[in-house]
């Protein structure tokens, strides 16, 4: 059993390690991963800079780019072309595939529970503790043994092998409300604040859904809003060039001076979407906290119907600490979209029982995996239906 996981590791993980960051030459850390105080006071008044934050010095349309189209006002679910060329089936492959960890561990852990068994106070136990080994937190893991009960108490049902199924059922309908994908709306272009701690999978999400949006013939434009970490930039720049999109950067730019250029180079040049990057930071540091907010502010100077997504990207790894980043963050931004990244690294997978029970912000997209194609856009059913 052990062997095979290894296996399965082994091939999904160590020769596909992070491309973007290979690319990149590792260069030494300018700071540390925190934003000192002074940087935000350093933030341009919005009316000084506009005129030196004109987008055209620095921003050379991309080929993807150059076409004029009105400005959206309707609105319009974003769905992967693969999703609607290769069907339901190749679509759920690579979600089955990336989830391959949490599902080794609930098909083991579940089949041995239910086999054979008597349905019974024990039994019920076991199954609690699956769940919260899962990641699944005590509320949703007590909603579900709950919901569980009543149904067999209900429908009499005497059968253990059949709670699979309940569970299977109990489950998609937690999850079914937080299955909301983004809806592009409002005046051009669309704007997407990218944001998380450190490492959470943020600029390699932003490459991924630079991709999902390209399928949807969007126009793009990055926004290189992480002015602290070394290389940062660069790595956002080898995804700018994978999907030939282009990143707006500037040498030595605060965060909000870097996204209002790209808004306004966007504006210009009517292009869909920005989407932009920010340095990852931990939500207990307050100062942090307070810049994040004051990007947001500035954005919002730049086009007042943005941000439009505020998009928290959080790693599946952290399991229960996702849930409390989720909580500081929202307090502090109302973030209006989730992005869980790495669920192909864990077998932590339930902590999506979890969002939806504590926090139940729509979980956008899930990252099962490293590669540009390697984010999906968030289903129940899908989803439960690759756990089992
Ligand atoms: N296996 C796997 N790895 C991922 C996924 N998403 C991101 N990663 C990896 O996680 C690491 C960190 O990703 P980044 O995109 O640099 O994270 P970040 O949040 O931008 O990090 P900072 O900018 O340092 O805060 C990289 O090695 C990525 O390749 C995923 O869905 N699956
Ligand atoms: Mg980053």
Not at 32 to 48: D, L, Y
Not at 109 to 138: C, N, P, Q, Y
Not at 185 to 211: C, E, F, Q, R
Not at 310 to 333: C, H, M, P, R, Y
């Amino acid at each position: 059993m052990f062997e095979f996981l290894k296996k399965i590791i082994k091939k999904d993980s160590p020769e596909k390690k992070s491309a973007a960051k290979k690319e990149v030459a590792k260069k030494p850390q300018k700071k540390g991963p925190s934003a000192p105080k002074q940087k935000v006071s350093k933030t341009p008044r919005i009316s000084e800079k506009k005129e030196a934050l004109r987008p055209k010095q620095r921003f050379e349309p991309s080929p993807k780019v150059v076409e004029k189209k009105p400005i959206a006002t309707s609105e319009e679910k974003i769905i992967p072309k693969e999703e609607k060329k290769s069907g339901f089936f190749g679509f759920a492959d690579k979600i089955k595939k990336g989830l391959t960890r949490t599902r080794e561990k609930l098909t083991t852990e579940l089949t041995t529970l239910f086999s054979g068994k008597k349905i019974d106070e024990a039994l019920f136990e076991e199954l609690e503790t699956i769940l919260l080994t899962s990641d699944v937190g005590i509320s949703a893991t007590t909603y579900l043994l709950d919901s569980i009960r009543a149904s067999i108490k209900k429908n009499n049902i005497e059968n253990a092998d059949e709670i699979k199924g309940l569970l299977k059922e109990k489950l998609i309908e937690l999850l079914a409300p937080i299955e909301n994908p983004l809806v592009l709306k409002g005046t051009n272009p669309y704007v997407i604040m990218v944001v998380g701690v450190n490492g959470a999978g943020k600029t390699t999400t932003i490459g991924k859904l630079t991709k999902i949006f390209l399928d949807e013939d969007k126009s793009v434009l990055i926004a290189a809003g992480d002015t602290f970490r070394a290389a940062a930039t660069e790595q956002l720049q080898v995804w700018g060039q994978r999907n030939n999109v282009h990143v707006v950067s500037q040498a030595s730019g605060d965060p909000g001076a870097v996204i209002f250029d790209a808004i306004n180079s966007a504006k210009a040049k009517n292009i869909d979407i920005v989407i932009a990057d920010t340095a990852g930071r931990l939500p207990t540091q307050k100062h942090l906290i307070d810049e994040i907010t004051k990007v947001k502010r500035v954005i919002n100077k730049c086009h007042t119907e943005a941000p439009h997504e505020i998009l928290l990207v959080l790693d599946a790894n952290t399991g229960q600490n996702a849930i409390s980043q989720l909580k500081i963050f929202n307090e502090a931004l109302g973030i209006t979209g989730l992005a869980l990244t790495k669920l192909d690294g864990t077998a932590k997978g339930g902590v999506i029982a979890a969002i939806a029970k504590e926090q139940p912000i729509p979980l956008r997209y899930i990252g099962v995996g490293e590669s540009i194609d390697d984010l999906k856009v968030f289903n129940a059913q899908e989803y439960v239906d690759a756990l089992f």
